[in-house]
């Protein structure tokens, strides 16, 4: 992986399109912007109240207190810092190579306390999909499954802290990768390839290297 700042990748200097790669353009109306907001706030109701109703299901064991202590702020902290990060590894490991080959990029924008992870190259359609959705799954899904399975353990405030924030910031991010793959699964057939060639998006019919 290579690490870059401030820049994203420039332009391919020949045009993909030449040998049958078609752009894809992501729509940037306010009206999805909306979506994306709705989408992110929707997952991240659904998981906490998954997580709720599980409370109310499994009994809390009396093997210890769960009595409030003081507010685990290193925790916080720490799940702030680390969480956009690890949602952009999280991306990043479902690239060819496992996000550890020189295709793989990661921008950061000190100024802005962004960042992001670029790929170029191609990959299969079924692999862009895990890729999309693996912060989802990753740091939303599984935060809740482990705050759903200590629901009967004494209470760890730090780690109960950490968990939900991993959570609700991974799910809110959420929103613009589940359009993304609603829109692949709905508008680009099984069998087909994306690619990144200069942070830009394409796809074509076949696998990777099928000229079309």
């Not at 170029?120 to 499954?145: D, K, Q, V, Y």
Request: aromatic share 8%; glycine share 12%.
């Amino acid at each position: 992986m290579r690490i870059q700042i401030g820049d994203r990748p420039t332009p391919a200097a020949t045009a993909p399109e030449a040998e049958g790669w078609t752009r894809i353009v992501s729509p940037s109306s306010p009206a999805v912007h909306v979506w994306v907001w709705i989408a992110g706030i929707g997952t991240a109701m659904i998981l906490l109240a998954l997580i709720v109703l599980a409370s109310l299901v499994v009994p809390a064991r009396e093997t210890g207190s769960r009595v409030d202590g003081p507010t685990p702020w290193a925790a916080i902290l720490l799940a702030l810092l680390v969480a956009v990060p690890a949602h952009e590894l999280a991306h990043a490991v479902f690239y060819p190579g496992g996000g550890l080959s020189s295709r793989t990029t990661l921008v950061a924008w000190p100024h802005k306390l962004r960042f992001g992870v670029y790929f170029e190259g191609c990959m299969s359609r079924r692999r862009w999909l895990l890729m999309r959705l693996a912060p989802l799954a990753l740091l939303g899904i599984g935060p809740a499954l482990c705050l759903v399975a200590t629901q009967g353990l004494p209470r760890n405030p730090g780690l109960e802290a950490a968990l939900s924030l991993l959570l609700l910031v991974n799910a809110l991010g959420a929103g613009g990768d589940l359009l993304a793959a609603g829109w692949v699964v709905r508008n680009i057939p099984g069998g087909a390839s994306l690619a990144f060639f200069g942070g830009r998006a394409y796809w074509r019919p076949g696998p990777c290297g099928t000229p079309h």
